[in-house]
């Protein structure tokens, strides 16, 4: 004898079937509306309900638009937006989390003096006093060191510079529009602490995981230069850059959240022939021959090159 499932009580003649439980017709009911359900039904929190109360009650809405994402493929960021896939090419990236800048959500586009853009959300983590920016350098030394490099970010002349500024020293970069970032060095006047003629620009305004990514290369080719026979800054190597970027690499690990996660895949996969190829090298020897084997070629000149 079958009973439904609501009352209780025994079935005879038609009866429905759902969710493993039978029904009289009469009591199959929305669990959201509690009105009768005839034809399709959708399944909230185990028990029936209407397919429009469940849209309305139980799919998350499109943060631009509004609209219900059921059933369609849908965008979810950093900041745990969730977008309609339509609006991918209808809004602006965030350079630094990929988050669409759209004035709907909270990662709106924010404009430098300067031109960059940068969201909302990523703008309130952002790296805009020297203070900051020194303990940032002390935490990235700290980081460093424990595979070995040690470089003293004391001495460095650290400076918080607009994109016109670094375009002017290091002229423009065709790659992305975090990677103008270089170390900038002064000319050697004498003396053996050469640290304190480095002078490290970074543009102002970088979220904190951006800006760590540049630092840890910046202070790995503050390191190069003064544990190696690598001097010449101007110069783009593969061995040299990939060993820059190898360092960021293994801050962004250390850290390890979402943020850093991003970074992490960006400088694995940068297609660029210096940078990119040249981690991928680098990678590819830590991997096999360990870290010291890494820094004893680069302190003795030996270059590491495709095999
Ligand atoms: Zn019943
Ligand atoms: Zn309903
Ligand atoms: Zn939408
Ligand atoms: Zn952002
Ligand atoms: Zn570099």
């Not at 965030?94 to 669409?100: I, K, L, N, R, W």
């Not at 004391?154 to 020293?169: F, G, H, I, M």
């Not at 490290?200 to 540049?214: A, H, I, M, Q």
């Not at 360990?290 to 004893?296: A, N, T, Y």
Request: with cysteine.
């Amino acid at each position: 004898m079958k009973r439904c499932e609501v009352c209780n009580k025994p079935i005879r003649g038609s009866y429905k079937k759902a969710l493993g439980n039978y029904y009289h017709l009469e009591h199959f009911k929305c669990s959201i509306c509690g009105k009768k359900i005839e034809g399709s039904f959708y399944k909230y929190q185990g028990e029936p309900a209407h397919a429009d109360c469940y849209e309305r009650k139980a799919v998350p809405k499109c943060d631009i638009c509004g609209e219900p994402l059921t059933g369609k493929r849908y965008i979810t960021d950093r900041w745990h937006n969730k977008i309609c896939a339509k609006h991918r090419n209808e809004y602006e990236k965030c350079p630094y989390c990929e988050s669409f800048m759209a004035h709907e959500l909270q990662t709106k586009k924010h404009e430098y003096p300067d031109g960059r853009a940068i969201c909302s959300k990523c703008k309130e983590k952002a790296v805009d006093d020297k203070d900051l920016a020194s303990l940032i350098f002390r935490e990235l030394s700290t980081i460093l060191s424990k595979y070995d490099i040690e470089v003293d970010p004391e001495p460095l002349n650290l400076r918080l510079v607009s994109k016109d500024t670094l375009e002017a020293q290091v002229g423009k970069g065709s790659r992305g529009s975090t990677e103008f970032n270089e170390v900038i060095r002064e000319s050697l006047i004498g003396g053996r602490d050469v640290r304190r003629n480095f002078t490290v620009s970074l543009f102002y305004g970088l979220p904190d995981f951006e800006f760590k990514t540049v630092g840890a290369h910046e202070l790995m080719h503050v390191w190069i230069y003064e544990n190696t026979p690598y001097k010449d800054p101007s110069r783009k190597e593969r061995f040299i850059e990939g060993s820059c970027d190898y360092a960021s690499y293994l801050v962004l690990k250390y850290i390890g959240n979402e943020f850093t996660e991003l970074k992490l895949r960006k400088i694995k996969e940068k297609p660029d022939e210096v940078y990119g190829e040249g981690f991928r090298l680098i990678k590819k020897y830590v991997d096999e021959k360990g870290i010291k084997s890494w820094l004893d070629r680069l302190k003795n000149g030996i270059k590491i090159k495709e095999e």
